[in-house]
């Protein structure tokens, strides 16, 4: 699961600086702009904060990105983020040194530690696992140790019983890190940095208001679904997660499609169920009303239009649902006329701050995201079958809590 956050936005301009640093000096290329200078052709390379509970960090050769893990944001000195910086900056080399052949270039290979030996790297980088805590004892760092002992002991608070201790905590632990990385960030480009940062530094007086805690939430991005190309069930099962506070987010991994949602944690993990239970419901209810209606439900726009009409139905009884609910509510209440309208209207610009606060988390998540129209064959009365199977579905969520905590400390890099 990847993240976006304030503090992660901070880290990570402390990590593409790091990158900068790493490509130049070490590996002879330049990069600038989330652009990767080699052999004549450019290459793209994008950062990300990922949430895992195995793996330090990562390289999707796929979407040309690394991914560091959340803990090396809170938990890890400069050193150690530059040795597993610097492994899956050796991943993205062979990627684009062996390029058609990089698929059969093992992870950690021969030919893996041969361009590690060759950027005069040794076994703290060419190591496929790591442990942080052993890691960090080797690197002297005084202003890191002064910051992490100050953090240990604000997350520590944030299981307080006194609820205002608990989130005053979380924002000052945050505030603290915010202040860390944009100052280390500030010293290796003062130039590049120097506005951005004291924009940034002002902004942190908002994180003292406990109103504003939402700004703080982690932005959360996950894949839910992935197939050879995306078709009408696809496009259903986005329109039904909408209902349920995310975002829906079509990409490509290569050769594959993927459906990821955005949203709140919480919101993400019930969208991930969900999604895995549509994409196994939806055929098995296609197929039952398939037997019933043979005719009627042949063929591939048939049961296209089948799904659309299921997403139809869907947001029929889920509109329904809310006009009963609202009339109960009206008809239970013994307030003036004036009141009812002001509570009417109190619920529909609470929904109109979570659709904002939704819009700004995609925002956060892609800043350049590109819409996309589908025109297609469309059957009246296949559509009409889905929107009366779509008013009859049910959806029965039982999400897992677990921890993401890895009792041997060792992770492992990818």
């Given at each position: 699961?990847?993240?976006?956050?304030?503090?992660?936005?901070?880290?990570?301009?402390?990590?593409?600086?790091?990158?900068?640093?790493?490509?130049?000096?070490?590996?002879?290329?330049?990069?600038?702009?989330?652009?990767?200078?080699?052999?004549?052709?450019?290459?793209?390379?994008?950062?990300?904060?990922?949430?895992?509970?195995?793996?330090?960090?990562?390289?999707?050769?796929?979407?040309?990105?690394?991914?560091?893990?959340?803990?090396?944001?809170?938990?890890?000195?400069?050193?150690?983020?530059?040795?597993?910086?610097?492994?899956?900056?050796?991943?993205?080399?062979?990627?684009?040194?062996?390029?058609?052949?990089?698929?059969?270039?093992?992870?950690?290979?021969?030919?893996?530690?041969?361009?590690?030996?060759?950027?005069?790297?040794?076994?703290?980088?060419?190591?496929?696992?790591?442990?942080?805590?052993?890691?960090?004892?080797?690197?002297?760092?005084?202003?890191?140790?002064?910051?992490?002992?100050?953090?240990?002991?604000?997350?520590?608070?944030?299981?307080?019983?006194?609820?205002?201790?608990?989130?005053?905590?979380?924002?000052?632990?945050?505030?603290?890190?915010?202040?860390?990385?944009?100052?280390?960030?500030?010293?290796?480009?003062?130039?590049?940095?120097?506005?951005?940062?004291?924009?940034?530094?002002?902004?942190?007086?908002?994180?003292?208001?406990?109103?504003?805690?939402?700004?703080?939430?982690?932005?959360?991005?996950?894949?839910?679904?992935?197939?050879?190309?995306?078709?009408?069930?696809?496009?259903?099962?986005?329109?039904?997660?909408?209902?349920?506070?995310?975002?829906?987010?079509?990409?490509?991994?290569?050769?594959?499609?993927?459906?990821?949602?955005?949203?709140?944690?919480?919101?993400?993990?019930?969208?991930?169920?969900?999604?895995?239970?549509?994409?196994?419901?939806?055929?098995?209810?296609?197929?039952?009303?398939?037997?019933?209606?043979?005719?009627?439900?042949?063929?591939?726009?048939?049961?296209?239009?089948?799904?659309?009409?299921?997403?139809?139905?869907?947001?029929?009884?889920?509109?329904?649902?809310?006009?009963?609910?609202?009339?109960k509510l009206q008809q239970q209440q013994n307030f003036m006329a004036s009141t009812s309208m002001h509570d009417e209207f109190a619920a529909k610009n609470a929904l109109a701050l979570i659709e904002d606060d939704l819009e700004e988390r995609l925002a956060q998540a892609y800043p350049s995201l590109s819409s996309r129209k589908t025109y297609?064959?469309?059957?009246?009365?296949a559509n009409s079958l889905g929107q009366k199977s779509g008013e009859n579905l049910k959806i029965h969520t039982a999400i897992n809590s677990g921890s993401s905590q890895n009792s041997s400390g060792t992770f492992y890099l990818n």
């Amino acid at each position: 699961m990847r993240i976006y956050n304030r503090t992660s936005e901070a880290f990570l301009k402390k990590v593409v600086l790091f990158a900068k640093k790493i490509f130049l000096e070490e590996m002879s290329l330049h990069f600038t702009g989330k652009k990767v200078h080699f052999q004549g052709t450019i290459f793209p390379l994008d950062f990300v904060v990922f949430e895992g509970r195995r793996l330090w960090g990562y390289y999707d050769h796929g979407q040309y990105t690394i991914g560091l893990n959340k803990l090396l944001m809170y938990e890890a000195k400069d050193e150690v983020i530059k040795n597993v910086l610097r492994h899956e900056l050796v991943h993205f080399y062979a990627h684009i040194f062996y390029r058609d052949q990089y698929p059969r270039v093992k992870a950690h290979g021969e030919e893996f530690r041969n361009l590690c030996k060759s950027f005069g790297y040794d076994e703290r980088v060419y190591a496929a696992r790591s442990n942080l805590e052993l890691d960090n004892a080797q690197v002297i760092d005084p202003e890191f140790d002064k910051v992490f002992s100050k953090l240990q002991k604000l997350l520590s608070l944030q299981s307080s019983d006194n609820q205002h201790e608990s989130e005053l905590a979380t924002i000052k632990a945050n505030e603290l890190l915010l202040e860390y990385n944009l100052k280390i960030a500030k010293k290796f480009s003062a130039n590049d940095l120097s506005s951005h940062a004291n924009g940034q530094m002002n902004d942190l007086n908002d994180l003292k208001d406990l109103n504003k805690m939402n700004e703080e939430l982690d932005t959360c991005v996950d894949v839910v679904i992935t197939a050879k190309k995306s078709n009408a069930k696809h496009e259903a099962m986005s329109s039904i997660l909408r209902h349920f506070f995310v975002k829906t987010v079509y990409s490509r991994f290569e050769d594959l499609f993927a459906l990821e949602v955005v949203g709140t944690r919480s919101n993400v993990e019930i969208a991930k169920y969900i999604a895995t239970y549509l994409d196994r419901q939806l055929e098995e209810i296609f197929l039952q009303e398939k037997k019933k209606n043979p005719k009627l439900l042949k063929g591939v726009v048939a049961k296209n239009s089948f799904m659309r009409g299921i997403a139809l139905g869907y947001k029929k009884k889920l509109e329904d649902y809310k006009r009963q609910q609202q009339q109960k509510l009206q008809q239970q209440q013994n307030f003036m006329a004036s009141t009812s309208m002001h509570d009417e209207f109190a619920a529909k610009n609470a929904l109109a701050l979570i659709e904002d606060d939704l819009e700004e988390r995609l925002a956060q998540a892609y800043p350049s995201l590109s819409s996309r129209k589908t025109y297609a064959r469309h059957d009246v009365h296949a559509n009409s079958l889905g929107q009366k199977s779509g008013e009859n579905l049910k959806i029965h969520t039982a999400i897992n809590s677990g921890s993401s905590q890895n009792s041997s400390g060792t992770f492992y890099l990818n």
